[in-house]
């Protein structure tokens, strides 16, 4: 599971808006504000901890999974933004994100490998999976899975 990422593409968006309307400048400081609403120190640096609080926020219900509709209502977004974006990362198809699987995800994002994320890692994966995720070669359940791992490899 990989809340963090998943608000990325959500923070900032009406529900009343369509994602495919927000690109460029905008994409870049939604992604921004991602990254400082986790980023709770203030240290410009993402750690594992910080990450695992987030997933921690999302699960409503403290059942240790985060369902579709606690996420939808995390992140403030209509189903239709938000829906694309979970399924990149309910890989078993249950709709259900496990909150203690963090750790298996930070390496996405770390693209230097040194157990920390700095926003210029955040920003280049996010606006890689967030193209990915809501680009025209469709999305929906399961079909924005292989943009996970695309985004970390490029």
């Known amino acids: 599971m990989l809340s963090i ?14 994602f495919s309307t927000v690109h460029g400048e905008d994409l870049r400081k ?21 990450i ?17 509709e606690e996420y939808v209502k995390f992140t403030h977004q209509s189903q239709a933004v938000a829906t694309p974006m979970f399924y990149a990362y309910d890989f078993d198809n249950d709709g259900l994100l496990p909150t203690n699987h963090m750790s298996e995800f930070l390496h996405l994002l770390d693209a230097d490998g040194n ?14 999976l967030i193209n990915c995720v809501y680009s025209d070669h469709g999305f929906g359940y399961g079909a924005a899975k292989p943009c996970v791992m695309q985004a970390a490899s490029s």
């Open 5 to 18: 990422i998943l608000f990325a593409a959500c923070v900032g968006l009406s529900s009343q808006q369509s």
């Open 30 to 50: 939604m992604v921004d504000l991602a990254f400082s609403r986790v980023d709770t120190n203030n240290d410009g640096i993402l750690s594992i901890q910080e």
């Open 52 to 68: 695992g609080s987030v997933a921690a926020m999302e699960d409503a219900n403290h059942d240790g999974f985060v369902n579709l």
């Open 115 to 128: 157990g920390e994320v700095h926003m210029d890692e955040f920003e280049h994966y996010q606006m890689k």
